[in-house]
């Protein structure tokens, strides 16, 4: 049976191109959830304290799509959504220039 598994495995790496095979090993730890309470927590790394995750640090935690968890310290939320607004704005100038010249509100885009 072990030749049989090896066989398996050696055979499925050879059909997956290498390229398509990526290791992340920085800034990774594997960390239980646990109960506290009525709430899951997970805690995080003390490492991490001097990237804005000391303790009593108010943090947004957001589902993606795809299931993943992003956890973001909140006083790093208003500079995100500022940068995205400027690069939105950037992007579509044009369009919202038109918006704001149909404005019914006259001129109320021009704060």
Known sequence: MGERCGWLASSWFATVPSA?????????????VR??????????PRELET?????????LVEELESGELRIIPTEQVRAR?????HRLV??????LKILAEHDP???AAER
């Open 20 to 32: 398509d095979i990526r290791v992340y090993t920085g800034g990774m730890k594997v960390v239980k």
């Open 35 to 44: 109960r506290v309470g009525n709430s899951n927590v997970v805690s995080i």
């Open 51 to 59: 990237r804005g995750f000391a303790p009593g640090t108010s943090v």
């Open 81 to 85: 959504i500022r940068d995205v607004g």
């Open 90 to 95: 950037g992007e579509h100038a044009e369009a």
């Open 105 to 107: 509100a006259g001129g």
